[in-house]
């Protein structure tokens, strides 16, 4: 009975404490020495693997942060060129005349909403891209992948305020058009006036002086009345035509100008939106497992930015010769709008300018961010 008790007790304490696998094939004393030994190995391994892990994750993370970083100059940029426009939006309407058309009025405050709405989205964007940085610097491990997502939100954005400023583009422009053919019907209707009445005078002189024949009188006469017929007739149409000041016909064409300027604008950031986008994706992946999409990624963030650089300069050139036209003569009001245009196209030629610089230093930073991922991926 007591030697049962003891098998049975040695059973229990066997199961409870197993011997290492390593240890219990080795045998004897001499190889639970060796299994203990294989077991403090393996634990050491890791935290070396840790370590490089680790130093992999931090730069990870400071690309993603220089990423999150430039895509926040980006905005602040663009929101501050939107608050200059506002700006000058303002001091133009408040600048109206007390007997100018109310027409310039409503269309300075219809432009300035969509301004208003354009700074508010950035404002917003700015706002959270900044939470997310901070949130970031608080625990670099957190993963990315959400990125796609916002940026895809962006260019969404973008093409509705596109749409938006294409809608107001094409009133302005139909506006524009519509006074412009009012003026050149009154302009053709007013040269039909004065020659009908010249030809009826010279009629009437004839007449007065005729010593022809009676029927050669009644022709002339029959004559004369046809055209008192029809000066009546150009004169009620001259009556019921609207009076359009030509300064408002200006007025349209500047604003056609500025908004397809800002079109422009917009699918310059758009397309940029769209690289990043993309980019967004990899930046704070692993180069030694995604070297090559994250090169790809990185060449074409460059890619986009020459490109850009490229299209300014040619949208550089276009405004120059615009600008070398000169300012046209006309009333007061109409040198005024051109002064408008001019002022207008002045600061575009600065946004023009700092964007290209900008591009060129963005241009620097993407290619020491793709040497950095080529030398990691050694």
């Known amino acids: 009975m007591v030697g049962l008790l003891a098998m049975l007790l040695a059973l229990f304490l066997q199961l409870s404490h197993p011997l290492p696998a390593v240890a219990a094939s080795a045998g004897g004393k001499g190889g639970g ?190 004559k004369a009345k046809k055209l008192r017929t029809d000066i009546r007739v150009v004169q009620n149409e001259l009556v019921f035509l609207p009076l359009v000041d030509e300064d408002l016909l200006k007025h349209y064409a500047v604003l056609v100008e500025r908004g397809e300027a800002e079109l422009d604008w917009l699918a310059l950031k758009r397309d940029e939106y769209g690289a990043l986008r993309d980019a967004a994706t990899v930046v704070g992946l692993t180069p030694r497992r995604d070297a090559p999409v994250m090169e790809a990624a990185y060449r074409r963030l460059i890619r986009l930015a020459e490109s850009g650089i490229n299209r300014l300069s040619r949208k550089s050139d276009e405004l120059a010769r615009k600008r070398s036209r000169g300012m046209p003569a006309g009333s007061l009001k109409e040198v005024e709008r051109s002064r408008e245009l001019a002022d207008f196209y002045e600061r575009l030629q600065g946004r023009y300018h700092d964007e290209t610089r900008r591009l060129r230093l963005l241009i620097g930073a993407y290619e020491a961010d793709l040497a950095g991922v080529l030398s990691e991926r050694q």
């Open 33 to 222: 020495a060796l299994g203990d030994s294989l077991e403090r190995d393996r634990a050491n391994r890791p935290r070396r693997s840790d370590g490089h892990w680790n130093g992999e994750k931090e730069k990870a993370g400071e690309r993603v942060r220089h990423f999150i970083g430039r895509t926040l100059d980006d905005l602040n940029g663009s929101l501050s060129l939107a608050d200059d426009e506002i700006q000058q939006l303002e001091k133009e309407t408040d600048a109206i005349a007390f007997l100018e058309s109310p027409r310039r009025e409503k269309d300075f405050t219809d432009l300035l909403g969509w301004y208003h709405d354009y700074t508010d989205w950035l404002r917003g964007e700015i706002g959270d891209l900044e939470d997310e940085l901070a949130l970031f610097s608080a625990d670099p491990g957190q993963e990315w992948g959400h990125w796609h997502g916002r940026y895809e939100a962006m260019i969404e954005k973008q093409l509705e305020l596109e749409g938006q400023l294409e809608k107001r583009i094409k009133r302005y422009d139909a506006e524009e058009k519509r006074l412009a053919g009012i003026i050149d019907r009154r302009r053709l209707l007013q040269e039909r006036f004065n020659d009908l009445e010249y030809r009826l005078a010279r009629i009437e002189e004839r007449i007065r002086d005729f010593q022809g024949p009676a029927a050669e009188r009644r022709d002339s006469e029959r």
